[in-house]
């Protein structure tokens, strides 16, 4: 082969492996551009997305409230703060009660103790209710007790508040002292028992005494 030739044929070779040797940094070039980070001062790691581990439930306690119990706290809270201001409001209204009723009261609670049934006196005592209106929302019935007999009598009447079902849920006592032949007076039984449900009141023992 003349020398002209061998030289040409070189050349061919030499640029062919400098081409291949370019390509082959240009791919390491953008490999390690797409895989890599530079962290500023010239080293460079490698970037991944983190994945979220999911929360350890085994040292979890216990149970959330169900909506149900929840509720039926919701409840017993609001029942319990009703029969706290029925009370509140019915110690109010006694509150205005002479001194006088209320040692005739307190002497008819002793009285009715030594009493085994309905009493002597049921035909002398009724009952009327009395507007809320004018009780500051309370419960309050008159008992209405009249002196039918021909001699002065003091009298003891106990009053039981029956819910819907007929359970006896409250009973409150009161009394007349010292009633002339004829005499009538109008005490009354105030319930502490909120408003709901609603309470039917009713004459369970009277005694003359």
Do not use: W
Not at 32 to 45: K, L, Q, V
Not at 77 to 91: E, K, L, M, N, V
Not at 117 to 142: C, E, I, M
């Amino acid at each position: 082969m003349p020398p002209y030739m061998q030289d040409r044929s070189g050349r061919r070779r030499l640029a062919a492996v400098t081409l291949l040797l370019v390509t082959a940094a240009s791919a390491m070039t953008t490999l390690t551009s797409c895989g890599t980070d530079d962290d500023g001062d010239g080293a460079r790691s490698t970037s991944f997305t983190p994945r979220p581990t999911p929360p350890d439930t085994s040292s979890f306690s216990g149970t959330p409230p169900s909506a149900l119990a929840s509720a039926d706290a919701s409840v017993r809270a609001s029942a319990s703060a009703a029969a706290s201001s029925a009370s509140a409001a019915a110690s109010s209204f006694e509150a205005s009660v002479s001194a006088e009723t209320a040692r005739a009261n307190a002497e008819a609670t002793a009285e009715l103790k030594k009493v085994p049934g309905g009493g002597n006196a049921r035909s002398d005592v009724s009952l009327t209710g009395k507007p809320r209106a004018q009780t500051g929302g309370v419960l309050a019935v008159v008992v209405n007790i009249t002196n039918r007999t021909d001699r002065q009598a003091s009298y003891a009447v106990q009053v039981d508040f029956a819910d819907p079902s007929g359970k006896v849920v409250e009973s409150r006592i009161v009394g007349a002292q010292d009633l002339d032949p004829g005499e009538k007076v109008q005490p009354l039984a105030i319930s502490r028992k909120p408003a709901e449900p609603v309470l039917t009141p009713r004459v369970a023992k009277a005694q003359r005494y």
